[in-house]
């Protein structure tokens, strides 16, 4: 079963910036799709970001475009979300979460894995 420790929330000005970390241990990193979710209170969990199992490419929801970078360090079993320009309607609670697949036997087994969470408060 795969683990995800997630580090490094807090509480933080508009306009500050936080680094995020999500230590994986229990799967092959490497072969999984990485990404941060968020849950602001009252609201689902949207998706925030994410990273090819090779970090070769990204993905970004509209609202963090040109603020939040992620990025992936395989021979570390690690990913951060570096948040830049921090807003207070990002004010939530951020996941890491790993997607990925193994097949066995021809059949292809999704599994999905993901951390504690991690509150991020941007206020004034």
């Known amino acids: 079963q795969g683990q995800l420790v997630e580090s490094g929330g807090g509480l933080v000005q508009p306009g500050g910036s936080l680094r995020l970390s999500c230590a994986a241990s229990?799967?092959?990193?490497?072969?999984?799709?990485m990404s941060w979710y968020r849950q602001a209170p009252g609201k689902g969990r949207e998706l925030v970001a994410s990273?090819?199992?090779?970090?070769?490419?990204?993905n970004y929801a509209d609202f963090v475009k040109g603020r939040f970078t992620i990025s992936r360090d395989n021979a570390k079993n690690t990913v951060l979300l570096q948040m830049n320009g921090l807003k207070p309607e990002d004010t939530a609670v951020y996941y890491c979460?790993?997607?990925?697949?193994?097949?066995?036997?021809?059949?292809?087994?999704?599994?999905?894995?993901w951390g504690q969470g991690t509150q991020v408060t941007v206020s004034s």
């Open positions: 979460n790993a997607a990925g697949s193994v097949t066995r036997w021809a059949i292809a087994r999704q599994y999905v894995y």
């Open positions: 229990g799967f092959t990193f490497s072969s999984a799709t």
């Open positions: 990273i090819t199992s090779a970090g070769d490419s990204t």
